[in-house]
């Protein structure tokens, strides 16, 4: 069984940094991609940010120049630097893996973590 552990999330003034990270346990088999997405109330899920195995590296267009993606040290790691954050960057983050690259082409993940709450207020 797969499993998606993120941390990092918490209250942030406008303006401010955030760090989330994400590490899958329990894979047998290649990831071909981790990313993140994000839900805000109300709103459907979107793509944050996404990188293959390897490198190449895709951001949601709300994101880009803001959010940095990255691989850690550790086999199947991920991190989300978060710069300049706005009140609409408020939602739950969500660290995602994804097995072929057919599916992950088409924005479909096969693993999704719990979720991390991120909330952008002064």
């Known amino acids: 069984q797969v499993q998606l552990v993120e941390s990092g999330g918490g209250l942030v003034q406008p303006g401010g940094s955030l760090r989330l990270s994400c590490v899958a346990s329990?894979?047998?088999?290649?990831?071909?991609?981790m990313g993140w997405g994000r839900q805000a109330p109300g709103k459907q899920r979107e793509l944050v940010a996404g990188?293959?195995?390897?490198?190449?590296?895709n951001y949601g267009d709300s994101v880009k120049g803001r959010f940095t993606i990255s691989r850690g040290n550790a086999k199947n790691s991920i991190y989300l630097e978060m710069n300049k954050l706005t009140p609409e960057d408020t939602a739950v983050y969500y660290c995602?893996?994804?097995?072929?690259?057919?599916?992950?082409?088409?924005?479909?993940?096969?693993?999704w973590g719990q979720g991390t709450q991120v909330t952008v207020s002064s």
């Open positions: 990188i293959t195995n390897r490198g190449i590296i």
């Open positions: 329990g894979t047998s088999f290649s990831i071909y991609a």
């Open positions: 995602n893996a994804t097995r072929l690259p057919s599916d992950y082409e088409k924005g479909a993940s096969d693993y």
